[in-house]
T-cell receptor, first 116, second 114 residues
Framework: AQKITQTQPGMFVQEKEAVTLDCTYD???????LFWYKQPSSGEMIFLIY????DEQNATEGRYSLNFQKARKSANLVISASQLGDSAMYFC?????????????WGAGTKLIIKP | DSGVTQTPKHLITATGQRVTLRCSPR?????VYWYQQSLDQGLQFLIQ???????AKGNILERFSAQQFPDLHSELNLSSLELGDSALYFC?????????????FGPGTRLTVT
């Protein structure tokens, strides 16, 4: 069963607009974590933001914020005031415990293109 | 620059061959993770080492193996290569074995099997 679902394979957004990238997850663990990573065309994976399941506040890092809705099992990434350099693949990942060890389970990604 | 280094950056080889990918984690990081990213797909977790010991195993084929050395660098060995093994292979490192610690990724090794 899909544990991390990113329903938007691709998105086009006008520069300077805010954009929301969707991520829903499935877990029966009480303690888990959610990550967002950015992968530009150059290929490297860049950590953006982290949200723990017990964190009461939504995580924020500069222009990135995570809209965490625990009951709905969603962890959407919000990018404010988008820039051309935000064009990239974005991956949502969940840390879960498996066989007494933590593993990251990854979504299929969303390709974001910012239009000038 | 994440501080994680991977060599080589690109590798082209033929089916049936064996290759070794190398990773040096960030200074102070004890955990190393290996991932495979096939074209236009998400990451598949292969294996994790923590301070020299295998910690977790994902969808790693029997033809693949890895190890982490006392200086904490890690190598991923891929043998009897098939066309389907062509992918971007990432190494990531983190301070601890998991938890809330984010993973820092190297630039990846792009493997092309012809």
């Amino acid at each position: 069963a899909q544990k991390i679902t990113q329903t938007q394979p691709g998105m086009f957004v006008q520069e300077k607009e805010a954009v929301t990238l969707d991520c829903t997850y499935d877990t029966s663990d009480q303690s888990y974590g959610l990550f967002w990573y950015k992968q530009p065309s150059s290929g490297e994976m860049i950590f953006l933001i982290y949200q723990g399941s017990y964190d009461e506040q939504n995580a924020t890092e500069g222009r990135y914020s995570l809209n965490f809705q625990k009951a709905r099992k969603s962890a959407n990434l919000v990018i404010s005031a988008s820039q051309l350099g935000d064009s990239a693949m974005y991956f949502c990942a969940m840390r879960e415990m498996k066989d007494s060890n933590y593993q990251l389970i990854w979504g299929a990604g969303t390709k974001l293109i910012i239009k000038p | 620059d994440s501080g994680v280094t991977q060599t080589p950056k690109h590798l082209i080889t033929a089916t049936g061959q064996r290759v070794t990918l190398r990773c040096s984690p960030r200074s102070g990081d004890l955990s190393v993770y290996w991932y495979q990213q096939s074209l236009d797909q998400g990451l598949q977790f292969l294996i994790q080492y923590y301070n020299g010991e295998e910690r977790a195993k994902g969808n790693i084929l029997e033809r693949f193996s890895a190890q982490q050395f006392p200086d904490l660098h890690s190598e991923l060995n891929l043998s009897s290569l098939e066309l389907g093994d062509s992918a971007l292979y990432f190494c990531a490192s983190s301070r601890t074995a998991g938890g809330s610690t984010e993973q820092y990724f190297g630039p990846g090794t792009r493997l092309t099997v012809t």
